[in-house]
């Protein structure tokens, strides 16, 4: 049994009924609900939000890119974020970043000046622990108390996960855009969502 885990038993039987069978360290966050800051991103963040993303440039049709970026390239996209008002943000979850998001031009001609894209980044083995919801709770706020009207995301399709978290914020489906992308060898349809603010 690991040592937190036998730290954690000490406690008595109650807390150690409410362990699921299959211990792990992410089960035992969720049990003492380890906090979860949301905040703005800062240069130094840049080598942790490169490592989440590379592993999702690397494995997954819901990045875009398809090359790995650097500290330098994460770094340059939070002070082009900074310079077009947008806002850039890191999940902080104990000593790691558990996720980013942000938001970028939806447009880059003036009359779309009040609409954006917004996208959302989970650290690898946290999906599904709220990092999500937290980040697009704060960006969604941040956005609205900077006068924007419509948030669009674009959903590299199929993405479940996606669906349930944009569903969640009351994104309503505005249409699909078939076979588009192009990742690992094969077409991605790709769904607009988009949000009233």
């Given at each position: 049994?690991?040592a937190?885990?036998?730290k954690?038993?000490?406690?008595?039987?109650?807390l150690?009924?409410r362990?699921p069978?299959?211990?792990?360290?992410?089960?035992v966050?969720r049990?003492f609900?380890?906090?979860m800051?949301v905040?703005?991103?800062?240069l130094?963040?840049?080598a942790?939000?490169?490592?989440?993303?590379?592993?999702?440039?690397a494995t997954?049709?819901?990045?875009f890119e398809?090359e790995p970026?650097d500290?330098?390239e994460?770094q340059?996209?939070?002070?082009?974020?900074?310079?077009e008002g947008?806002p850039f943000?890191a999940?902080q979850?104990?000593?790691h970043l558990?996720?980013f998001?942000?938001?970028q031009?939806?447009?880059r001609?003036?009359a779309f000046?009040?609409?954006?894209?917004?996208?959302?980044?989970?650290r690898?083995?946290?999906?599904e622990q709220?990092?999500?919801t937290?980040?697009?709770t704060?960006?969604i706020e941040?956005?609205r108390s900077?006068?924007?009207?419509?948030?669009?995301?674009?959903v590299?399709?199929?993405n479940?996960?996606?669906?349930r978290?944009?569903e969640?914020?009351?994104?309503?489906?505005?249409?699909r855009l078939e076979?588009v992308?192009?990742?690992?060898?094969?077409r991605i349809?790709?769904?607009?969502?988009q949000?009233?603010?």
């Amino acid at each position: 049994m690991p040592a937190v885990l036998r730290k954690v038993g000490a406690r008595g039987p109650k807390l150690r009924e409410r362990l699921p069978r299959r211990s792990s360290l992410r089960a035992v966050a969720r049990v003492f609900n380890i906090k979860m800051d949301v905040r703005d991103a800062v240069l130094d963040d840049a080598a942790e939000i490169a490592y989440i993303y590379n592993h999702y440039i690397a494995t997954s049709h819901a990045v875009f890119e398809s090359e790995p970026v650097d500290s330098d390239e994460i770094q340059r996209r939070i002070i082009l974020a900074g310079t077009e008002g947008m806002p850039f943000l890191a999940a902080q979850k104990n000593e790691h970043l558990a996720g980013f998001a942000y938001a970028q031009p939806f447009l880059r001609d003036p009359a779309f000046d009040l609409t954006a894209e917004i996208r959302v980044c989970v650290r690898p083995g946290l999906l599904e622990q709220g990092v999500g919801t937290a980040l697009y709770t704060s960006l969604i706020e941040r956005m609205r108390s900077r006068g924007f009207k419509t948030l669009i995301a674009l959903v590299a399709m199929p993405n479940d996960a996606a669906a349930r978290l944009h569903e969640h914020f009351g994104f309503r489906d505005a249409g699909r855009l078939e076979g588009v992308a192009q990742k690992f060898g094969r077409r991605i349809d790709i769904d607009c969502r988009q949000l009233a603010l």
